[in-house]
Structures are given as structure tokens and as C-alpha cells.
């Protein structure tokens, strides 16, 4: 009789090690798979940061495309093709349209893209309404007759709306 309480220590003391085996790996399960979803949630909060860099960057380039359109639309058609104007003025020209072509190129290397608008319905999530115009030519209310100021978008978000005239 006395080798059954050694052997029932034995057993207690060999359960209790079970049972530490047991917590100790599932608490180091706990722990690995927190790291994996810490890893992950960074990998995110960095991705969102770099996001929020290249829109303020993007930010700041803005009116520097939106002034190379403006002055692209005040350049007479025979200059841009090159058609007519001194040989000096014809190379401003094209270098003037490179450098803008440069820039669009840039805008879309980093997934920005211009949001086309004309001759589609006013969509409010994507343009921003400047004037309403009566215009036989489109019989429709509210589609895009002119584009005033382009807008962006990176991905699905919009960087800035497209700022329109529309039809009434």
C-alpha cells in the first residue's frame, strides 16, 4: 500500500507538468499569432503613412499642372502642332507640352489619375458643380458640358474633384 501514494504523486506531479506543457504552448501560440497580427497592422499603419506622404506631395503639385493647362489652353492650335510661329517659339512649345507630359507620366507611375468627366451625369462624389449652362446641344440636365479644373483620384479616393459646368 505504500507504493500507491508515490505512484499517484508521481501521476499528480506528471498531470500538473501536462497541464504547464499545455498553458506554456498555447500561451507562446497566443504570442506568435499576436506578433503576426502586430506585423500586419504595421505593414498597414506604414503603407497609410507613405499614402499620406505622396497625397501631400501630390498636393503641392497640383497647381503647377493646373497651371501649365491653363496656359496650354491659351496657346493658339497652329503653334502646338507646330504649324506656325518662329522656330524659337515652336521648341518652347514642345518643351513646354513635354514638361506637362512629364508630370502626367509622374502622376501616373504613383496611381494618380485624372477623373474624366466631360459629356457624363454629374456625379457628386467625384465633381464639384461651378455653373449651370442652358445648352441646346445637351437636352439632358446635368451633364458635364465643361471641365473648369481637373480633378484627381489615387485609387478609389479622391485626391481633389473635378470642378464643372454642367447642363440645366
Given at each position: 500500500?505504500?507504493?500507491?501514494?508515490?505512484?499517484?504523486?508521481e501521476n499528480?506531479e506528471?498531470?500538473?507538468?501536462k497541464?504547464?506543457?499545455d498553458?506554456y504552448?498555447?500561451?507562446w501560440k497566443?504570442?506568435?499569432a499576436d506578433?503576426?497580427?502586430?506585423k500586419?497592422?504595421?505593414?498597414?499603419r506604414?503603407?497609410?503613412?507613405?499614402?499620406?506622404?505622396?497625397?501631400?506631395?501630390?498636393?503641392k503639385?497640383?497647381?503647377?499642372?493646373d497651371?501649365?493647362?491653363l496656359?496650354?489652353?491659351?496657346?493658339?492650335?497652329?503653334?502646338k502642332?507646330?504649324q506656325?510661329?518662329?522656330?524659337?517659339?515652336i521648341?518652347?512649345?514642345r518643351?513646354?507640352?513635354q514638361?506637362q507630359?512629364?508630370?502626367?507620366?509622374?502622376?501616373?507611375?504613383?496611381g494618380?489619375?485624372?477623373?474624366?468627366?466631360l459629356?457624363?451625369?454629374?456625379?457628386p462624389n467625384?465633381?464639384?458643380v461651378?455653373s449651370?449652362?442652358?445648352?441646346?446641344?445637351?437636352?439632358i440636365?446635368n451633364?458635364?458640358?465643361?471641365?473648369?479644373?481637373k480633378g484627381?483620384?489615387?485609387?478609389?479616393?479622391?485626391?481633389?474633384?473635378?470642378?464643372?459646368?454642367?447642363s440645366?
Amino acid at each position: 500500500m505504500q507504493e500507491e501514494p508515490i505512484l499517484t504523486t508521481e501521476n499528480n506531479e506528471l498531470d500538473e507538468c501536462k497541464k504547464q506543457r499545455d498553458e506554456y504552448l498555447n500561451n507562446w501560440k497566443r504570442a506568435t499569432a499576436d506578433l503576426i497580427n502586430y506585423k500586419k497592422d504595421e505593414m498597414e499603419r506604414l503603407a497609410m503613412i507613405g499614402n499620406y506622404a505622396k497625397e501631400s506631395m501630390i498636393f503641392k503639385i497640383l497647381p503647377i499642372i493646373d497651371n501649365f493647362y491653363l496656359a496650354e489652353k491659351q496657346l493658339p492650335e497652329k503653334l502646338k502642332s507646330g504649324q506656325e510661329g518662329t522656330a524659337q517659339s515652336i521648341e518652347w512649345t514642345r518643351g513646354f507640352l513635354q514638361i506637362q507630359k512629364q508630370i502626367e507620366e509622374f502622376f501616373k507611375k504613383e496611381g494618380i489619375e485624372a477623373i474624366e468627366v466631360l459629356g457624363q451625369q454629374f456625379d457628386p462624389n467625384n465633381m464639384e458643380v461651378i455653373s449651370e449652362i442652358s445648352n441646346p446641344q445637351y437636352p439632358i440636365a446635368n451633364v458635364v458640358i465643361e471641365e473648369l479644373q481637373k480633378g484627381y483620384k489615387m485609387g478609389s479616393k479622391v485626391l481633389r474633384p473635378t470642378k464643372v459646368s454642367i447642363s440645366k
